[in-house]
Antibody
């Protein structure tokens, strides 16, 4: 069965870092592009980053460019988001999602992991 | 503020048809495939429509996407109480070089 399970969230101080993980089962990373999306409390969805199916190409939203980095480990069949220089505005639920069509159609989502930036 | 404009709210009574709009520009809706998501309270988003008007397996045919020029729409017919939630359009923007979501439309079933 196809599943995505995020982990690595928690409470972090401003300026701190976290590494979010997305464990993948039921398919392999080589076959699909993968994305990270977040949702601040009470707010809408915000796209963060994409990693191409071949692991070569990445794009990041301007709001996180230079601070966040998407990556993967095919041996673990896992996706990652390294988040650094965290600010209060980064408080959100972070979702990983599979790109079904290569056109940004996210057909499989994880349940999300909560990141809270607080002093 | 998103480059995609959606109405903040929509409503209808059970059985009615409701349409949610998504207005963009030539660099996004006008050039690329539009996708729609439903997010019920406390859950992850669910893909409702992709590539402008395609329905994933398991999505009822009450949900239908369409696109014309720089605007897209999601129509929900035979409205049901369980359709209450937030609806988002999404598309790749060639100028920004990244995916963008609309700000979302909260659907209320009266």
């Amino acid at each position: 069965q196809v599943h995505l399970v995020e982990s690595g969230g928690g409470v972090v101080q401003p300026g701190g870092s976290l590494r979010l993980s997305c464990a993948i089962s039921g398919f392999t990373l080589d076959d699909f592009a993968m994305h990270w999306v977040r949702q601040a409390p009470g707010k809408g969805l915000e796209w963060l980053a994409v990693l191409s199916h071949d692991g070569v190409t990445t794009f990041h939203a301007d709001s996180v460019k230079g601070r966040f980095a998407i990556s993967r480990d095919t041996s673990e069949n896992s996706l990652f988001l390294q988040a650094t220089a965290l600010g209060y505005e980064d408080t959100a639920v972070y979702f990983c999602a599979r790109d079904y069509s290569g056109n940004g159609a996210f057909d499989i989502w994880g349940q999300g992991t909560m990141v809270t930036v607080s002093s | 503020q998103s480059v995609l404009t959606q109405p903040p709210s929509a409503s209808g009574t059970p059985g009615q048809r409701v349409t949610i709009s998504c207005s963009g520009s030539h660099s996004n809706v006008g050039s690329n495939a539009v996708n729609w998501y439903q997010q019920l309270p406390g859950t992850a988003p669910r893909l409702l429509s992709f590539a402008n008007n395609q329905r994933p397996s398991g999505v009822p045919d009450r949900f239908s996407g369409s696109k014309s020029g720089t605007s897209a729409s999601l129509a929900i017919s035979g409205l049901q109480s369980e359709d209450e939630g937030d609806y988002y359009c999404a598309v790749w923007d060639d100028r920004l070089n990244h995916q963008v979501f609309g700000e979302g439309t909260k659907l209320t079933v009266l």
